[in-house]
């Protein structure tokens, strides 16, 4: 007829939530919509997520320092689109400001640098101008900041 669909009591919730959290770091936003899935009502979602911020399974610096690191060193991006990013998982602009100052300016530079190199090779385009276009819109994408991306520009792509 109609599904039944799972039930938790808050003690389940609770243990579930523990190992959602352990698995993988999290941002507050996605715990709070994973109980919401689990039909818990508001009551029960505060309570869990004050035992997950006592118990320290929710930390959102912990959360944004790692979401930074992984993004920027496996997809390449800038911090443009890492601040966007963060923003639209509601973490505070104090530890998005804190975790972007924590990344080298030496280690940032040289993911730009081989990020615009290879870009720059694969494009086929014959047209000065269309293949510059191309590796601005690719950079500006992953979310790098203007003055680097056009400087950058000019010099892979006299």
């Known amino acids: 007829m109609y599904?039944?669909?799972k039930t938790y009591t808050l003690d389940d919730a609770t243990r579930r939530m523990e190992?959602?959290?352990?698995?993988?770091?999290?941002?507050?936003q996605e715990v709070r919509q994973k109980l919401i899935t689990m039909r818990m009502i508001p009551e029960a979602i505060d309570l869990i997520m004050v035992h997950l911020l006592e118990h320290n399974f929710l930390n959102e610096e912990r959360f944004a320092r790692t979401y930074v690191s992984g993004k920027l060193k496996i997809k390449n991006w800038g911090r443009r689109?890492?601040?966007?990013?963060l923003k639209k998982k509601d973490i505070s602009e104090t530890n998005i400001n804190l975790v972007l100052a924590e990344i080298e300016d030496?280690?940032?530079l040289d993911i730009f640098n081989d990020l615009a190199k290879k870009k720059t090779d694969s494009i086929k385009e014959t047209d000065t101008f269309k293949k510059r276009k191309k590796l601005i819109d690719y950079l500006f994408y992953k979310g790098w900041e203007s003055d680097m991306i056009y400087e950058k520009a000019h010099e892979l792509i006299p």
């Open 81 to 85: 689109r890492l601040t966007y990013e």
């Open 19 to 28: 190992r959602y959290c352990a698995y993988q770091e999290r941002c507050h």
């Open 106 to 108: 030496i280690d940032y």
């Open 3 to 5: 599904s039944q669909k």
